[in-house]
């Protein structure tokens, strides 16, 4: 590939906040090393493609969302929860919507009638999962567990619920999604979906220098998989 040396915006993008922007939808790629002179010239897309298709003739990867949102939910079944909630992200994007649809089926696999009262969205951030949760905790008949669209947005549920004196998993079980660090952290700590952000970033890296070699290969889509990473946030519901 041919520069002419004019300074492009940066088009190459990962999901799910890579490298410290959690959030999923598209974001810029940054870090040290080669790559990224490469990645501020190229038209390189690493985005999420769990809906629909992306432009055939630009390489995507993207993480498992509608898996990771099932896996989720089924866990929360399993440890015998029915009144399951989910804080969704922005609806427009296509990662969230995949979450949605898989948290969805996991409640209908179960013969649990998704209620419309206990999903609410947000913007992946913890004044949202606050905001959220609140609104969750106001319902008269509140959810026994809760699946947050983010690890950030399950962060400000764990504020909404300390604010109310609800426990967790004791009262209210919590679960994320992307596996930050942070989730070791917080007490107690966050069960979630794992997102494999740091394979995402080399693979962006060996997309771009496909692209630029004599011979470039042909366009890839690459789906990454999730993983359920259990901790101590998530128990069977406590009875009523």
């Not at 949202?128 to 959810?143: K, N, V």
């Not at 699946?147 to 998993?169: C, E």
């Not at 740091?198 to 999730?226: F, H, W």
């Amino acid at each position: 590939m041919a520069h002419s040396g004019v300074h492009r915006p940066p088009r190459v993008h990962s999901e799910a906040g890579l490298l410290g922007q959690y959030r999923c939808d598209p974001l810029d790629v940054r870090g040290g090393g080669v790559g990224v002179h490469q990645a501020l010239q190229s038209d390189v897309l690493v985005g999420p493609h769990p809906i629909g298709d992306p432009d055939p003739g630009i390489p995507s990867i993207g993480s498992a969302n509608w898996s990771g949102g099932l896996t989720a939910t089924e866990h929360l079944i399993g440890l015998g929860h029915r009144r399951i909630a989910m804080i969704a992200g922005l609806p427009a994007l296509l990662c969230t919507q995949a979450r949605l649809a898989g948290y969805r089926v996991g409640l209908e696999r179960a013969g649990i009638t998704p209620d419309p009262d206990l999903v609410r969205f947000g913007d992946h951030f913890p004044p949202s999962g606050y905001t959220a949760a609140m609104e969750l905790l106001d319902l008269p008949d509140r959810p026994t567990a809760i699946f947050a669209g983010t690890d950030l947005q399950a962060f400000g549920v764990y504020q909404a619920l300390q604010a109310r004196g609800v426990r967790v998993p004791a009262d209210v079980s919590v679960v994320g999604f992307d596996d930050l660090a942070a989730c070791d952290w917080v007490t107690p700590p966050l069960t979630t979906v794992r997102q494999r952000l740091e394979e995402m970033a080399r693979m962006a890296v060996q997309l771009l220098r496909e692209r630029d070699s004599a011979q470039p290969a042909e366009p890839t889509r690459v789906e990454l998989a999730t993983s359920l990473v259990i901790r101590e946030s998530t128990a069977p519901p406590a009875s009523r």
